[in-house]
């Protein structure tokens, strides 16, 4: 039997030197072989994209920890399809990302995406994400990613096994919840403003929080309950129910051929 200690990546969006980082490592060395693949800058919002038209550099900020000049999804790329190629790791933890990643945030986070990256290319993987705009305590989070991940190792996970996870900022949690993602919405306002040079620019982005009361949601574990949501997500976006309404449709001048969803 392999006495080894399972390797653990960890990634971020927020820059390799954030806090909240620091504290996921942490929070996972006593139980594995650490190796951190992050931004060398914060990548907020970067969402899954990935470089392929500019050369990435790697520098080496001390051992097993590297800064990347690209995007979540370039760190893990590059984590396990180069410096980790020769011994993959066990499990991936991106985190922990300073502020909400609940709902439809999941669509536009880095946080999200370097773990999603690491799933895609079949190593399991956890985001986390402390719900406060500040002061940013990460000590709760800290201690809610060791038993997570601690569990995690105990057993054989599924390789596209992708995990996120939201922790209440102000409070010790009392527990947690296995959720659904939810519904939210930060409002939608457009804030137009001139330079001194008279050209127009514009802040996207409301500040008007709201979320919809759906029972079992990852909003209102967080924010109504108080408690860390723990959401499974996946891949698969086809929209199976809406298969047999467009199998309806006919386009002149083409034939439908079959369908994909087995109708």
Not at 76 to 100: C, F, T, W
Request: charge should be negative.
């Amino acid at each position: 039997m392999s006495t080894s200690r399972p390797r653990i990546l960890v990634s971020n969006d927020d820059g390799y030197f954030s806090e909240g980082l620091q504290t996921l490592v942490e929070a996972v060395s006593p139980l594995g072989e650490v190796w951190v693949v992050a931004p060398d800058r914060e990548q907020s919002a970067a969402s899954h994209a990935i470089s392929l038209h500019r050369p990435l550099r790697i520098k080496e900020v001390r051992e097993r920890w590297f800064a990347v000049d690209g995007t979540p999804t370039d760190c893990s790329y590059l984590a396990v399809n180069h410096l980790l190629k020769d011994n993959r790791p066990q499990l991936m933890v991106s985190g922990i990302n300073h502020g909400a990643n609940l709902a439809d945030d999941v669509t536009y986070s880095g946080t999200v995406a370097a773990a999603m990256e690491a799933a895609f290319l079949g190593v399991p993987a956890i985001a986390f994400s402390l719900v406060t705009r500040g002061p940013f305590d990460f000590g709760p989070a800290g201690r809610f990613a060791r038993a997570l991940v601690t569990e995690a190792l105990s057993r054989p996970l599924p390789p596209r096994m992708l995990l996120n996870v939201n922790i209440p900022g102000g409070v010790e949690p009392d527990g947690y919840v296995i959720t659904r993602q939810g519904r939210h919405s930060y409002g939608y306002n457009v804030v137009e403003k001139e330079d001194p040079r008279g050209r127009k620019y514009y802040w996207i982005g409301g500040t008007e929080y709201a979320h919809e009361d759906i029972p079992g949601s990852d909003c209102n574990t967080v924010f109504d309950e108080k408690r860390v949501s723990v959401t499974p997500l996946h891949f698969e976006m086809t929209d199976h129910g809406r298969i047999p309404e467009l199998s309806g449709w006919n386009l002149q001048g083409f034939k439908r051929h079959g369908s994909g969803g087995g109708a």
